[in-house]
């Protein structure tokens, strides 16, 4: 579980050409959609904003979002126009201002006018999509990983095994099979000691030891004893926690908010949290609360005011009450 939340609203092809969003990233104003096979996004109300009409898309970031069309990358703005045409053999979304774009079996990144910064030469260190975070970007080269800013430089070399893009001053690294921190010079800030271990959110980190899941401050000190089956990262100060198969939430002190009771759940994101209760899926306010009753086939957070839920195999959304904004359909 070395990066936890949802990583995109609807699933892409295995080959696909677009890199999904960055888990865990906020939104745009827009939520994509498909619709007869083609992607198109609406408004928080629902209403069709961009026509489906693309092959593969993921949403929007930074006012663009990446989209395939003819077996191409591309970028569109809010209003569905090409400000960036399809050109790349893949792509993923912008973040601090720059996009990764793949050009044959390499990558590298191109600004918001699709001017190349960065050279192709790098490759991903993980699934996540490369991404900048904090001006540091973490690559693979040579079979390691290592961080390049804004030019392209390689500011902390490629030494690692794994990393994850940085996040609250802290990136994950990893070294001969165990997990540690690094802040922005490289430096090891919290020494790779951990069977595994999650990127920091909200000032914790979910660690795992000898078989058991807790929590760290970002001084590396044990905030909550290992004592979870699993465990995933904070989010709007609760997180996810699962006990003898079933799941529940805590606070940064470790307390129990929401009992484990669920047969699964995922993160809470504007104060409401989707859960499975006898094979269906609802949503649940902070208290435990059910809010939106148990009815999907499958649901995932909110992202800001709408959340994304299947019904059969078409996906739809609903508001914060439940209502079906856009009706599922494939």
């Given at each position: 579980?070395?990066?936890t939340?949802?990583?995109?609203?609807?699933?892409?092809?295995?080959?696909?050409?677009?890199?999904?969003?960055?888990?865990?990233?906020?939104?745009?104003g827009?939520?994509?959609?498909?619709?007869?096979?083609?992607?198109?996004?609406?408004?928080?109300?629902?209403?069709?904003?961009?026509?489906?009409?693309?092959?593969?898309?993921?949403?929007?970031?930074?006012?663009?979002?990446?989209?395939?069309?003819?077996?191409?990358?591309?970028?569109?703005?809010?209003?569905?126009?090409?400000?960036?045409?399809?050109?790349?053999?893949?792509?993923?979304?912008?973040?601090?201002?720059?996009?990764?774009?793949?050009?044959?079996?390499?990558?590298?990144?191109?600004?918001?006018?699709?001017?190349?910064?960065?050279?192709?030469?790098?490759?991903?260190?993980?699934?996540?999509?490369?991404?900048?975070?904090?001006?540091?970007a973490?690559?693979?080269?040579?079979?390691?990983?290592?961080f390049?800013?804004?030019?392209?430089?390689?500011?902390?070399?490629?030494?690692?095994?794994?990393?994850?893009?940085?996040?609250?001053?802290?990136?994950?690294?990893?070294?001969?099979?165990?997990?540690?921190?690094?802040?922005?010079?490289?430096?090891?800030?919290?020494?790779?000691?951990?069977?595994?271990?999650?990127?920091?959110?909200?000032?914790?980190?979910?660690?795992r030891?000898?078989?058991?899941?807790?929590?760290?401050?970002?001084?590396?000190?044990?905030?909550?004893?290992?004592?979870?089956?699993?465990?995933?990262?904070?989010?709007?100060?609760?997180?996810?926690?699962?006990?003898?198969?079933?799941?529940?939430?805590?606070?940064?002190?470790?307390?129990?908010?929401?009992?484990?009771?669920?047969?699964?759940?995922?993160?809470?994101?504007?104060?409401?949290?989707?859960?499975?209760?006898?094979?269906?899926?609802?949503?649940?306010?902070?208290?435990?609360?059910?809010?939106?009753p148990?009815?999907?086939?499958?649901?995932?957070?909110?992202?800001?005011?709408?959340?994304?839920?299947?019904?059969?195999?078409?996906?739809?959304?609903?508001?914060?009450?439940?209502?079906?904004?856009?009706?599922?359909?494939?």
């Open positions: 579980m070395r990066w939340a949802f990583a995109a609203l609807i699933s892409l092809a295995a080959c696909s050409r677009i890199e999904p969003a960055r888990p865990g990233e906020q939104r745009g827009l939520f994509l959609i498909r619709q007869n096979g083609r992607y198109g996004f609406v408004n928080s109300r629902g209403q069709v904003r961009i026509p489906p009409q693309f092959e593969q898309a993921a949403p929007f970031t930074d006012g663009l979002a990446v989209v395939a069309s003819s077996g191409r990358a591309g970028y569109i703005d809010s209003t569905g126009k090409y400000v960036i045409n399809p050109q790349f053999d893949g792509a993923a979304p912008f973040s601090d201002g720059l996009a990764a774009v793949r050009t044959g079996g390499a990558w590298g990144f191109i600004d918001k006018r699709g001017a190349v910064v960065i050279p192709a030469r790098f490759q991903p260190p993980t699934a996540a999509p490369l991404s900048f975070s904090d001006g540091l973490a690559v693979g080269e040579g079979g390691h990983v290592g390049i800013d804004r030019t392209g430089k390689m500011v902390i070399p490629a030494q690692f095994d794994f990393a994850l893009p940085f996040s609250d001053e802290r990136a994950l690294i990893g070294m001969s099979g165990r997990y540690g921190y690094i802040d922005k010079t490289g430096k090891v800030v919290i020494n790779p000691q951990f069977e595994d271990a999650s990127s920091f959110f909200e000032d914790r980190a979910a660690v030891v000898n078989g058991k899941w807790g929590y760290i401050d970002r001084a590396g000190k044990m905030a909550v004893n290992p004592q979870f089956d699993t465990a995933r990262v904070f989010s709007d100060g609760l997180a996810l926690v699962t006990v003898a198969g079933r799941t529940g939430f805590i606070d940064k002190d470790g307390k129990i908010v929401v009992n484990p009771q669920f047969e699964e759940a995922n993160d809470f994101r504007d104060g409401r949290a989707p859960v499975r209760v006898g094979g269906r899926w609802g949503y649940i306010d902070r208290t435990g609360k059910m809010v939106i148990p009815q999907f086939d499958d649901a995932r957070p909110f992202s800001p005011d709408l959340a994304p839920v299947q019904v059969g195999s078409a996906w739809g959304y609903v508001d914060r009450d439940g209502k079906m904004i856009w009706s599922p359909r494939v």
